[in-house]
T-cell receptor
Framework: NAGVTQTPKFQVLKTGQSMTLQCAQDMNHEYMSWYRQDPGMGLRLIHYSVGAGITDQGEVPNGYNVSRSTTEDFPLRLLSAAPSQTSVYFC?????????????FGSGTRLTVV | LAKTTQPISMDSYEGQEVNITCSHNNIATNDYITWYQQFPSQGPRFIIQGYKTKVTNEVASLFIPADRKSSTLSLPRVSLSDTAVYYCLVGDPAGNNRKLIWGLGTSLAVNP
């Protein structure tokens, strides 16, 4: 049972490049989310999904796209990378909306945009 | 949205009990209180969750007074490995997680 797996762990992009951050969970969790964490700020929600085929915007969605074609995978796409997107990105999942045991987080992707 | 207030940092020594208090004055009826722990270069890890009174697990205890406007995470006999950032969150587990607000947390330093 691997939990939540994020790839890559580190990435450097040039301004304007695009890329996809991968997130996969093997716990059959319905709820998945993407957060970014910046120094001096708490985790901020980018996008989330309540199940396959259903996604919605979080607090800071601009510049990011998501899709949820399967229960297991929830990739985050940066359309045209900007230095302001330099951050640590975390993917998280939980079983369902009524779960009382919190989220399981991945180990993060550290992204630098130059 | 239920906002939380926690101390920015705390210091302790090995073997001591540490209590971290979180204030959440506008907690809603359906909201639960959840605490997470985060080590450097790792994602947050769920510690404990409760609605009222006291909850205890193998890691910590959570004390919630009757008015639920605050809560206290208690870590018994801390060790160096408990040095981490601790986050208090308030929200409805069955609700939209867009409403979960992550503050800066409390940075706990455990000294030898």
């Amino acid at each position: 049972n691997a939990g939540v797996t994020q790839t890559p762990k580190f990435q450097v992009l040039k301004t304007g490049q695009s890329m996809t951050l991968q997130c996969a969970q093997d716990m059959n969790h319905e709820y998945m989310s993407w957060y970014r964490q910046d120094p001096g700020m708490g985790l901020r929600l980018i996008h989330y999904s309540v199940g396959a085929g259903i996604t919605d915007q979080g607090e800071v969605p601009n510049g990011y796209n998501v899709s949820r074609s399967t229960t297991e995978d929830f990739p985050l796409r940066l359309l045209s990378a900007a230095p302001s997107q330099t951050s640590v990105y975390f993917c998280a999942s939980r079983p369902d909306q009524g779960n009382l045991y919190g989220y399981t987080f991945g180990s993060g992707t550290r992204l630098t945009v130059v | 949205l239920a906002k939380t207030t926690q101390p920015i940092s705390m210091d302790s020594y090995e073997g001591q009990e540490v209590n971290i208090t979180c204030s959440h004055n506008n907690i809603a009826t359906n909201d639960y209180i959840t605490w997470y722990q985060q080590f450097p270069s790792q994602g947050p890890r769920f510690i404990i969750q409760g609605y009222k009174t006291k909850v205890t697990n193998e890691v910590a205890s959570l004390f919630i007074p009757a008015d639920r406007k605050s809560s206290t995470l208690s870590l018994p006999r801390v060790s160096l490995s408990d040095t981490a950032v601790y986050y208090c969150l308030v929200g409805d587990p069955a609700g939209n997680n867009r409403k979960l607000i992550w503050g800066l947390g409390t940075s706990l330093a455990v000294n030898p």
